[in-house]
């Protein structure tokens, strides 16, 4: 199982660019790279997902370097609604009749006015 | 799309009953549904693998007993804490699988009196 390091916690001012960087440098093959974002007495909210190079959407970017050993999750101009926990995990995905997925801490983000 | 609820979003019993959670996928068919447990402050804890048509797979420390898992259909899973007490008291959360993608439900917190 793929085990995942992230920042316990990070602070930005509203208006800013947010870049969390995750590590994982077990990921096999067949893993995807998944990032959630969960608010308090809520469940997560998928935000991105990748597998290599990078991913953009209308939410943030996965940038994934070749060797696929860390991702960098990049939320372009946050808001205070943006504080929240960020989760980063990696899983077994297409093909694979598993997918279970084991969070870690998470980064706890916050956005300050 | 990829919208999982669950039922009810709360409940508060007497300790020695039993609760059953419902989550559903709504636009979606899902093979595979996962229940998570999560403690305040803490992080999602994966409980078991809820298989359509085929009996759940638990993780280690999770007793099968105790948490009985039904997904009889490709739209329903049904989470049973059995013969419930306070230490049961946690935040329940599902998720559904859709190709590579886990998408979760909003959770459902239990308080065992």
């Known amino acids: 199982l793929a085990k995942t390091t992230q920042p316990i916690s990070m602070d930005s001012y509203e208006g800013q660019e947010v870049n969390i960087t995750c590590s994982h440098n077990?990921?096999?093959?067949?893993?995807?790279i998944t990032w959630y974002q969960q608010f308090p007495s809520q469940g997560p909210r998928f935000i991105i997902q990748?597998?290599?190079t990078k991913v953009t959407n209308e939410v943030a970017s996965l940038f994934i370097p070749a060797d696929r050993k860390s991702s960098t999750l990049s939320l372009p101009r946050v808001s205070l609604s943006d504080t929240a926990v960020y989760y980063c995990?990696?899983?077994?995905?297409?093909?694979?009749?598993?997918?279970?997925?084991?969070f870690g801490r998470g980064t706890q983000l916050t956005v300050w006015p | 799309g990829a919208v999982v609820s669950q039922h009810p979003s709360r409940v508060i019993c007497k300790s020695g009953t039993s609760v059953k959670i419902e989550c559903r996928s709504l636009?979606?068919?899902?093979?595979?549904m996962f229940w998570y447990r999560q403690f305040p402050k803490k992080s999602l804890m994966l409980m078991a693998t809820?298989?359509?048509?085929?009996?759940?797979?638990?993780e280690q420390g999770v007793e099968k007993d105790k948490f009985l898992i039904n997904h009889a259909s490709l739209t329903l899973s049904t989470l049973t804490v059995t013969s419930a007490h306070p230490e049961d008291s946690s935040f329940y959360i599902c998720?559904?699988?859709?190709?590579?993608?886990?998408?979760f439900g909003p959770g459902t917190r239990l308080l065992v009196l």
């Open positions: 998720s559904a699988r859709r190709s590579e993608t886990q998408y």
């Open positions: 077990n990921i096999a093959t067949n893993d995807y």
């Open positions: 990748g597998y290599k």
């Open positions: 995990l990696v899983g077994k995905g297409r093909g694979s009749t598993l997918g279970r997925l084991y």
């Open positions: 636009d979606f068919q899902a093979t595979t």
């Open positions: 809820s298989n359509e048509g085929s009996k759940a797979t638990y």
